[in-house]
């Protein structure tokens, strides 16, 4: 089963099956101020199939170097295409990291698409940094450069390591939403995300929770200050034209 999903993923990408949801990011009130590009694939047969069964066949077999490319593209494309200059959030795999050249590729993107740079963010997970840690660094470093910003995802569920807050100036960091929706049942969780919060605003790193569903996490995050939230609370992953309010809203009526 798995075999014959890889090789139907081999096609996904040219026969147009991938596509493109976008989650919003809020500030703590509620102000959208960008999007996460989410990956779909829309298997011929089998309809919806979740990014988390399709990624690790991907990554298993170097689909998805073209996979992720055509993700950072598509979102920037999209994304220049506003009329407000939101920012859009585009995950990365760590196999990006170890095939071709990762920051020639978001360099020519950009250039290609016109989005300004201060626009993207890429979001990686702390599993890239168990590689090559300076050869890595050193990528994320050149990427920073150009003006790209570079957030930590799932925080604190991975191979969570204080010494990659110290290695890397990370321009955001992303609270799993595992701690989030423990709020108010374990202590224990409630204790992390205080702490999480705490080290990042003492390191001066802005922090977005996600997975934020219900009020009362909301507010015990707005408590904690906490400046940003993503999750069902503010907006569920989906196509850009359910957002188009929100993205051109203030179009003016002359150019649409
Ligand atoms: O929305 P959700 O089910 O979409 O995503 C599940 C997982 O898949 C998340 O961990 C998310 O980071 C990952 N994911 C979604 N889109 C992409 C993508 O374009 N590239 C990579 N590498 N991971 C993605
Ligand atoms: O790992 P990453 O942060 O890239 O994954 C985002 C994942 O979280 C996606 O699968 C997305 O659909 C999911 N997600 C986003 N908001 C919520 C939420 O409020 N609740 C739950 N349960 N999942 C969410
Ligand atoms: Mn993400």
């Given at each position: 089963?798995?075999?014959?999903?890889?090789a139907?993923?081999?096609?996904?990408?040219?026969?147009?099956?991938?596509?493109?949801?976008?989650?919003?990011?809020?500030?703590?009130?509620?102000?959208?101020?960008?999007?996460?590009?989410?990956?779909r694939?829309?298997?011929?047969?089998?309809?919806?199939?979740?990014?988390?069964?399709?990624?690790?066949?991907?990554e298993?077999?170097?689909?998805?170097?073209?996979?992720?490319?055509?993700?950072?593209?598509?979102?920037?494309?999209?994304?220049?295409?506003?009329?407000?200059?939101l920012t859009v959030?585009?995950?990365?795999?760590?196999i990006?990291?170890q095939?071709?050249e990762?920051?020639?590729?978001?360099?020519?993107?950009?250039?290609?698409?016109?989005l300004p740079?201060?626009?993207?963010e890429l979001?990686?997970?702390?599993?890239?940094?168990?590689?090559?840690?300076?050869?890595?660094?050193?990528?994320?470093?050149?990427?920073?450069?150009?003006?790209?910003?570079?957030?930590?995802?799932?925080?604190g569920?991975?191979?969570?390591?204080?010494?990659?807050?110290?290695?890397?100036?990370?321009d955001k960091?992303?609270?799993?939403?595992?701690?989030?929706?423990?709020?108010?049942?374990?202590?224990?969780?409630?204790?992390?995300i205080?702490?999480v919060?705490g080290?990042?605003?003492?390191?001066?790193?802005?922090?977005?929770?996600e997975?934020?569903?219900?009020?009362?996490q909301?507010?015990?995050?707005?408590?904690?200050?906490?400046?940003?939230?993503?999750?069902?609370?503010i907006?569920?992953p989906?196509?850009?034209?359910?957002?188009?309010?929100v993205?051109?809203?203030l179009?003016p009526?002359?150019?649409?």
């Amino acid at each position: 089963d798995r075999w014959v999903l890889q090789a139907d993923l081999g096609h996904a990408l040219r026969n147009g099956e991938l596509s493109l949801h976008f989650q919003p990011q809020a500030e703590i009130n509620g102000r959208i101020f960008g999007f996460e590009a989410l990956m779909r694939w829309t298997h011929p047969t089998r309809g919806a199939i979740s990014p988390d069964a399709f990624i690790p066949l991907a990554e298993a077999s170097d689909i998805i170097l073209d996979m992720s490319a055509w993700v950072l593209k598509e979102a920037c494309r999209t994304a220049a295409g506003w009329t407000h200059p939101l920012t859009v959030a585009v995950n990365l795999s760590p196999i990006q990291f170890q095939h071709g050249e990762l920051p020639l590729l978001i360099q020519q993107t950009l250039i290609d698409t016109g989005l300004p740079p201060s626009r993207l963010e890429l979001e990686i997970t702390e599993g890239i940094l168990l590689g090559d840690f300076a050869h890595i660094v050193g990528l994320l470093r050149r990427i920073k450069a150009m003006g790209v910003r570079i957030a930590m995802d799932d925080f604190g569920t991975g191979y969570s390591s204080l010494s990659y807050l110290q290695a890397f100036p990370f321009d955001k960091i992303k609270i799993d939403k595992s701690f989030v929706q423990s709020i108010g049942r374990t202590e224990q969780a409630t204790t992390i995300i205080r702490a999480v919060i705490g080290l990042c605003r003492g390191l001066g790193i802005p922090v977005i929770a996600e997975g934020v569903e219900t009020e009362e996490q909301r507010s015990f995050l707005a408590q904690e200050h906490c400046t940003e939230i993503q999750g069902y609370i503010i907006g569920r992953p989906a196509p850009i034209q359910v957002y188009s309010k929100v993205v051109d809203s203030l179009a003016p009526a002359s150019t649409t």
